[in-house]
């Protein structure tokens, strides 16, 4: 019903910057909440940040003044530009949206399927 696809992940060195990006497609009505989180090997996976319809934002700690979340409605796309990478960021990032489908008009939570993002020391 509803696809998730990112893009932008891949091997960068510490202290560069990568930008990811996540496209919904599908039966979308109308998006609420999309988000990044992000799983380590060996980790639970955890939030990265999160962004409403309006723009309100919402980052963990470990990431706040270096990582920005934004996301455009007109493409039903949401962004994470990520400045000063650290090793510590190695990880798989999931794109995340909380869509109401034109199907049934219910509100599911879809993931993507992940990108890799390594941080070299």
């Known amino acids: 019903q509803v696809q998730l696809a990112e893009s932008g992940g891949g091997l960068v060195q510490a202290g560069g910057s990568l930008r990811l990006s996540c496209a919904a497609s599908?039966?979308?009505?109308?998006?609420?909440?999309m988000g990044w989180y992000r799983q380590a090997p060996g980790k639970q996976r955890e939030l990265v940040a999160t962004?409403?319809?309006?723009?309100?934002?919402n980052y963990t700690d470990s990431v706040k003044g270096r990582f920005t979340i934004s996301r455009d409605n007109a493409k039903n796309t949401v962004y994470l530009q990520m400045m000063s990478l650290k090793p510590e960021d190695t990880a798989l990032y999931y794109c995340?949206?909380?869509?109401?489908?034109?199907?049934?008009?219910?509100?599911?939570?879809?993931w993507g399927q992940g990108t890799q993002v390594t941080v070299s020391s």
């Open positions: 962004i409403t319809s309006d723009g309100m934002t």
């Open positions: 599908g039966y979308i009505f109308r998006i609420k909440a």
């Open positions: 995340n949206a909380e869509v109401t489908t034109r199907l049934s008009y219910r509100t599911n939570d879809y």
